[in-house]
């Protein structure tokens, strides 16, 4: 009840919102714990795959490919049943959320399908493209989920990813701009 009647009180207050925790993973963090299963395979794929996918969802993603961009999969037999997107510059200047600095990336999407959901198959993409895009030469990677999407704060966490910064950003009702606010979180080191 408490969290409708917040939720009715900022629409009546904003236009729009957003709240994520950025999550960091660079060539100094070490390797996550995760094993991808045996009869699944982690690649790097492209336009035409995606496009060929079974999976609608899997199909959208390929919307994302072009230029500064790498899309790797999960496979379960010859289906792509999980993909993750990265963009770096000049690409991602036109989202341009978080700063990128020219030898880092930002993952742009997500998704594995929802019957294979809660199988470890996203922390174990997550951190197989992590590893496959920092051997390509990248310093530092980033991401940004949603504060309450306890499933992606979990499997970036399990796939050694580290929360850097909680980004409030709002649009009040009748403002001309919007608002950002940044609170930096401290990186824990085992």
């Known amino acids: 009840m408490l969290r409708k009647t917040a939720k009715a009180v900022l629409g009546l207050l904003l236009k729009d919102y957003a709240y994520y925790t950025i999550f960091e993973r660079t060539r100094q963090d070490a390797p996550p714990r995760v094993r991808a299963p045996a ?13 060929r996918a079974a999976d609608a969802g899997i199909r959208g993603t390929a919307g994302y490919c072009g230029p500064q961009c790498a899309v790797f999969a999960c496979r379960d037999a010859a289906e792509i049943v999980g993909v993750c997107v990265y963009w770096w510059n000049p690409r991602y200047r036109e989202r341009n959320f978080w700063p990128l600095a020219d030898d880092e990336a930002k993952l742009v999407e997500l998704l594995v399908i929802p019957s294979l959901r809660g199988r470890g198959i996203a922390s174990t993409l997550i951190a197989h493209s992590a590893d496959a895009m920092l051997a390509r030469g990248f310093r530092r990677l980033y991401a940004r989920v949603w504060h309450s999407h306890v499933a992606s704060r979990r499997s970036f966490l399990a796939a050694g990813w580290a929360p850097i910064c909680n ?24």
């Open 39 to 51: 009869d699944r395979a982690f690649v790097e794929v492209g336009v035409e795959e995606l496009a």
């Open 167 to 190: 980004v409030v950003d709002v649009l009040p009702r009748g403002a001309g701009r919007r608002w950002r606010m940044e609170r930096r979180v401290a990186r824990r080191t085992e």
